[in-house]
């Protein structure tokens, strides 16, 4: 793959141009013709709150202009093209709720939740981000010192690592992967 979980329209267009430009070259240098062009699983979503969901129509677009422009235009018999999207149609599309029911102060601070990596395996596995939200009626405490939120269950059980919370203990609390 060349790019994954791309949040720019502009990155994912020139991917699409590489591989228009190599179906080209090899119909030019070989006479074989490329039947279809799959442009992968590059299209991200938001895990923060400050990043974008990437405009779908200017990506069709720019993608479109490109396929006319280095497929059509050539000569070149229509190819069939492909994407993987599957993040980006199913990654905004749940959320998991947890409660907390343990604190730990050590040489850092831990808070503890009634999930573990079989409910939320991307943290553990490679440090992924996913945006907590509290959901609670409790009243907010501030100034209190960032915290792991973790699992039960082992030391990849990590939801997030060192992040500020204005909650402690005894708080509902939702991680989703986007806005």
Same mark, same amino acid.
């Given at each position: 793959m060349v790019v994954s979980n791309c949040l720019k329209v502009d990155e994912l267009?020139? #991917?699409?141009? =590489?591989?228009?430009m190599l179906a080209s070259t090899i119909k030019e240098q070989t006479g074989i013709d490329v039947? =279809?062009? @799959?442009? +992968? +699983?590059g299209i991200g979503i938001p895990y923060k709150p400050d990043e974008q969901i990437i405009d779908g129509a200017a990506l069709g677009d720019g993608i479109h202009e490109l396929y006319k422009e280095l497929i059509l235009d050539k000569g070149l018999p229509a190819k069939r093209v492909v994407m993987e999207c599957g993040r980006y149609i199913t990654g905004?599309? +749940?959320?998991?709720f947890t409660r907390v029911v343990h604190r730990k102060q050590i040489y850092k601070n831990y808070v503890g939740v009634d999930a573990c990596m079989a409910n939320l395996m991307r943290p553990g596995m490679y440090d992924a981000y996913h945006h907590?939200?509290?959901? #609670? @009626?409790? #009243?907010?405490?501030? +100034? !209190?010192?960032?915290? &792991?939120?973790? =699992?039960? &269950? @082992?030391?990849?059980? !990590?939801?997030v690592k060192q992040r500020n919370s204005t909650l402690w203990a005894d708080s509902a609390r939702t991680t989703t992967s986007s806005q």
């Open positions: 267009v020139e #991917t699409a141009r =590489m591989l228009f039947e =279809m062009v @799959n442009l +992968g +699983g905004p599309s +749940g959320s998991l907590i939200s509290i959901v #609670t @009626n409790e #009243t907010p405490v501030p +100034g !209190l010192p960032p915290r &792991d939120h973790v =699992m039960p &269950d @082992n030391s990849k059980d !990590l939801i």
